[in-house]
C-alpha cells in the first residue's frame, strides 16, 4: 500500500529567547517570583507553563466549590480565571452583594488553600452572555458615557472597583495571596452587547468602547488605587481590541462554534473555521492581528473554547474532541499559557429588580456551555482529553516551553476543508522535541489517516515516523509524538505513541505513553545508550544502531531499560482508553498513579470517587501507589503489572412520580431523602424530549431551562430544591410549531398564533443518583 511521505527542515534552527514585559513581574514574601520572556511566564527562574480554566463563582453553588475546585486541579488547570460580574453584585444601585454565592472572598480563600493561581476578570463590562454584558439595569437610566472615560461612568467604576478591592484585600501574590493576575474590560473597542432594557423594541447595544489605551490606563489606575495591585494585568486582544503592552498583556483565543454569526439572518450554514491549522505566533496569523512585535512578547490565551453555549439560533452538539484538538493546535503553533473559555459550566442567578440576569439569546438560567466540567459538576469527555495533555505540558514544562515552533512549507495554507492534507507541526530545540499532528476540523466530515509518513531533518541525521512503513490515526483526533528524547540518559530517538508524564519513588523514574486512537506503538531508541532492555510484551529488534520496540497494542506493556551506566528506568506504554482513565497525584510526599473512570478528588482527607454507578474499578500499578491508601480495600483481581480493586456501595433507586398535564407537561413528585445519605452526592434529572425549549420550577421558581439540542437534558437537584418527602418540580417543553405565523389582521386590537402543528414530547424522565466513594 502506498504511503504518503511527509518532510520538513528542522536545520540550522536557533533559539530566540529573552526578556519580555518588564513591568509584569512579581514577588511574594516568602520570595518567590515570575516574569515574562518572549515565549512563556517564568517562575522562579523557571519556565511555567499556565493553564487557565475559567470557572464563574457567582454561577455555581458555593457549598460545592471546594470540590470542584478540586477536580480542576485534578484535570491539571493551575490558574483559574473568574468574572466578577457586575450586575451579580450590585443589581439595586449602591446595594453591593457579596454573600452566599456571590463571596468572592471565600471563593479566592479556596483558590489558595489548594495552591491555585488566580486571575481576576473585574470588568467593568464583561459579557459573558451576562444581561448587559454585565452592566445592571440602572447604569442606563445614568446621563453618561459607557466604556470610555466619562467622569460620571468611571465614578460608577471607582465605587465598583474599591468594593471588590475590600473583597479580596490581602489576597494578592505580593501579600502571599493567590491573585495574579487583574483582567481590565473585556473585548475593549471590539466588542457590545445588547442593552436588554430595550431588546424587542429598539434593539440597542452597549459600544464597544472609546478613548482608547487612556481609558484602560484609567481603569488600571482605578483598580490599583483601590488596592488591586498584581503582578499581572491582562486584556483581551483579538478584533482589533486594544491591549497595548505597556499597559496589560494581550490575552488571545479561538473559537470553532459561533453562535453570534447567525444574528445576520442572511447566514444560514457554519463555515468550517481555520482554527485546527498549524500557524506560528510569532508572526500575524488568522485571528492573531497583534498591534506590537509577536516576536518580543509571548502568545497567551484565555479564551480558547472549553466549550459553547446553545443559542437560540443555533442548536449544536459541541464534539468534546474539538476541544483538545484546539490545545494540540495552539500548544503546537507557539502557546505555553493557555486558557479555556470556560472549563466549568454553571447556572445564572435569579435577579432582584429583573428576574433574569442573561443575555436574551442564551437560556435564562443554564450557562453548562457544554464545558469539560458541566453545570452540576459533570465530568465530560473533553476533560479526561484534557487531562492527559495538561500533564505533558506541566511535567516537561522546563525544557517544552523552550522548543520553538518549526512549519512545514505550506501548512498555513491549507482550506479548513481540505481534511486529505495531513495537518502536522514540530516544536523543537537543539534537536530534541515533538511532532504535533491534528486529524480533527469542525463543521465537516472528517477521515481517517492511513499510512502517513513523516521525515525529520536534523542537522547531524534524518528521522522517521514510523522507522518503517506509514502511520494511522483515527479520524478527529491528535497527537504529541516525541523524538530525541532524553529518558535518564537512555535516547529515545522516535516514538509513535504520546507521553503523558512521569513520577519519581525514590531511585525509580517511570514514564507514561499512550497510543493515539488508530496508531499502533512504535519506540526506537539509540542502541550505545542501551544495556539492557525488557518488555512484557511485544517485540524487541535491533537493525544497525538501533533498537526497535513494538509494545503489544491491546493491553498495557511495560519496557524496563538499564542504561549505558547501569542506571534503571521503566516505560509504561498504556491503551487510549487507559490514558482517559489514568490520574496522577500527590499524597502525602509519595507521586502515585491510579486508573478509573470515576472522577477522583484528592486533598489532605484522602480519595473520594465521583460516579453515577455504584459500583466503580480501580486499577493501580503493582508498586506505584501508597501503601496506606488501599490497605482497607479488597483485591478483585491481579496480573503482572497490575491489581485491580472494586469499590461497590448500595444501589439506591430514587423514587418519583409523574402526573401528566399535556405531551410536553409534567409535574414531577420527587423524593430527595436519599440526597441526606453520605454516599449520594446528588440526584439528577435526566430529560429526553422533543421540543424548542424546557423549562424547569420549583415553588413557582424558575431552576433550570434547556435549548434543546439533542443532548439529554440534566438538572442536579441538590442545590435547586429543598430536601424533603415530596418535592414538586413542573417540567414544561414549549414547542416547535410548523409553519408557525402570527395573524393581525383583525380590526380590533389583537393578534393570535396559527400553525400546522407542534413538535412536542416527553420522551423519557429519570431520576440517577451520583455516588460518592471514600478511601
Known amino acids: 500500500m502506498k504511503v504518503f511521505e511527509h518532510s520538513i527542515n528542522l536545520k540550522n534552527q536557533e533559539s530566540d529567547i529573552q526578556p519580555a514585559l518588564p513591568q509584569l513581574h512579581g514577588k511574594d514574601p516568602n520570595g518567590n517570583e515570575f516574569s515574562f520572556t518572549n515565549h512563556y511566564m517564568v517562575r522562579n527562574n523557571h519556565p511555567f507553563f499556565g493553564i487557565c480554566g475559567e470557572f464563574h463563582f457567582s454561577r455555581y453553588n458555593c457549598d460545592e466549590w471546594e470540590d470542584e475546585l478540586i477536580k480542576m486541579k485534578m484535570a491539571g488547570i493551575n490558574i483559574i480565571p473568574t468574572y466578577v460580574i457586575w450586575n451579580h453584585h450590585e443589581e439595586v444601585k449602591g446595594h453591593f452583594d457579596w454573600t452566599g454565592n456571590k463571596d468572592l472572598c471565600r471563593f479566592i480563600l479556596l483558590c489558595k488553600k489548594h495552591s491555585i493561581d488566580v486571575i481576576l476578570r473585574i470588568g467593568p463590562w464583561d459579557h459573558g452572555e451576562a444581561r448587559n454584558g454585565g452592566f445592571p439595569d440602572w447604569l442606563y437610566a445614568e446621563p453618561l458615557v459607557t466604556r470610555s472615560n466619562d467622569k460620571r461612568y468611571l465614578g460608577y467604576v471607582k465605587k465598583l472597583y474599591d468594593e471588590i478591592g475590600k473583597q479580596v484585600h490581602g489576597l494578592f501574590y505580593k501579600d502571599g495571596g493567590p491573585i495574579i493576575g487583574i483582567q481590565l474590560e473585556n473585548e475593549f473597542q471590539h466588542a457590545g452587547a445588547a442593552w436588554e432594557i430595550t431588546t424587542g423594541t429598539s434593539g440597542e447595544w452597549i459600544p464597544s468602547g472609546s478613548d482608547g489605551n487612556e481609558h484602560i490606563k484609567t481603569l488600571k489606575k482605578l483598580a490599583k488605587d483601590a488596592g488591586m ?362 507521586e502515585n498513579v491510579i486508573f478509573t473512570s470515576a472522577q477522583l478528588l484528592v486533598d489532605d482527607n484522602g480519595l473520594r470517587f465521583e460516579s453515577s454507578n455504584n459500583e466503580i474499578k480501580i486499577k493501580v500499578i503493582n508498586d506505584l501507589i501508597s501503601d496506606d491508601l488501599l490497605s482497607k480495600l479488597t483485591v478483585a483481581s491481579k496480573n503482572e503489572l497490575t491489581t485491580d480493586y472494586n469499590l461497590i456501595t448500595d444501589k439506591i433507586i430514587p423514587s418519583f412520580s409523574k402526573e401528566r398535564i399535556t405531551d410536553g407537561k409534567v409535574l414531577l413528585s420527587v423524593n430527595t431523602t436519599d440526597l441526606v445519605k453520605d454516599s449520594v452526592k446528588d440526584l439528577r434529572l435526566k430529560i429526553d424530549y422533543q421540543g424548542d425549549i424546557g423549562y424547569a420550577f420549583y415553588q413557582d421558581k424558575l431552576i433550570n431551562d434547556n435549548y434543546a439540542n439533542g443532548r439529554t437534558w440534566e438538572i442536579g437537584l441538590r442545590h435547586t430544591v429543598n430536601v424533603g418527602n415530596d418535592e414538586k418540580v413542573y417540567i414544561s417543553i414549549t414547542p416547535i410549531r410548523k409553519e408557525q405565523e402570527i395573524k393581525s389582521d383583525s380590526p380590533m386590537a389583537a393578534r393570535s398564533e396559527v400553525d400546522s402543528g407542534e413538535i412536542m414530547n416527553l420522551e423519557n424522565i429519570e431520576l440517577k443518583p451520583i455516588y460518592e466513594f471514600k478511601i
Request: proline letters at 6%; aromatic letters at 16%.
Open 229 to 590: 495591585i498584581a503582578p499581572i494585568y491582562t486584556g483581551t486582544g483579538w478584533g482589533g481590541a486594544v491591549a497595548k503592552t505597556d499597559t496589560v498583556l494581550p490575552l488571545w483565543g479561538g473559537y470553532a462554534f459561533w453562535p453570534w454569526i447567525f444574528y445576520d439572518k442572511s447566514i444560514k450554514k457554519h463555515p468550517a473555521t481555520p482554527e485546527y491549522i498549524y500557524r506560528d505566533y510569532h508572526y500575524p496569523t488568522y485571528n492573531f492581528d497583534p498591534q506590537y512585535d509577536p516576536k518580543k512578547v509571548p502568545y497567551a490565551a484565555c479564551e480558547m473554547g472549553g466549550g459553547m453555549t446553545v443559542f437560540y439560533g443555533y442548536r449544536f452538539k459541541l464534539p468534546y474532541q474539538s476541544v483538545d484538538a484546539m490545545t494540540n493546535v495552539k500548544v503546537a503553533s507557539g502557546c505555553n499559557f493557555v486558557g479555556y473559555y470556560v472549563f466549568h459550566g454553571g447556572s445564572n442567578p435569579l435577579g432582584i429588580k429583573t428576574p433574569y440576569l442573561n443575555e436574551n439569546a442564551t437560556p435564562k438560567v443554564s450557562y453548562d456551555y457544554q464545558a469539560p466540567l458541566g453545570e452540576f459538576g459533570q465530568t465530560r469527555p473533553s476533560y479526561y482529553r484534557l487531562k492527559r495533555q495538561h500533564y505533558f505540558f506541566t511535567t516537561f514544562e522546563d525544557k517544552f516551553c523552550q522548543m520553538e515552533t518549526i512549519l512545514p512549507d505550506g501548512s498555513e495554507d491549507i482550506k479548513p476543508e481540505d481534511v486529505k492534507k495531513l495537518r502536522y507541526s514540530i516544536r523543537q530545540k537543539d534537536g530534541s522535541g515533538y511532532v504535533f499532528v491534528n486529524n480533527y476540523q469542525d463543521h465537516v466530515k472528517n477521515e481517517d489517516k492511513k499510512n502517513e509518513a513523516i521525515d525529520l531533518e536534523l542537522d547531524n541525521e534524518k528521522l522517521r515516523f514510523p522507522y518503517d512503513g506509514g502511520f494511522n490515526l483515527d479520524k478527529e483526533e491528535s497527537c504529541i509524538l516525541p523524538f530525541n528524547l532524553n529518558i535518564k540518559d537512555v535516547l529515545l530517538k522516535t516514538a509513535t505513541v504520546q507521553l503523558i508524564t512521569k513520577i519519581a519513588q525514590g531511585d525509580r523514574q517511570i514514564y507514561f505513553f499512550y497510543q493515539p486512537r488508530g496508531m499502533e506503538p512504535e519506540y526506537v531508541f539509540d542502541k550505545q545508550t542501551v544495556k539492557d532492555i525488557q518488555i512484557t510484551k511485544g517485540t524487541i529488534n535491533q537493525e544497525n544502531d538501533l533498537i526497535i520496540v513494538h509494545p503489544e497494542s491491546s493491553e498495557m506493556t511495560k519496557i524496563d531499560l538499564t542504561n549505558s551506566d547501569g542506571k534503571q528506568v521503566e516505560l509504561y506504554t498504556l491503551t487510549n482508553e487507559e490514558s482517559l482513565n489514568f490520574w496522577k497525584f500527590t499524597y502525602g510526599d509519595h
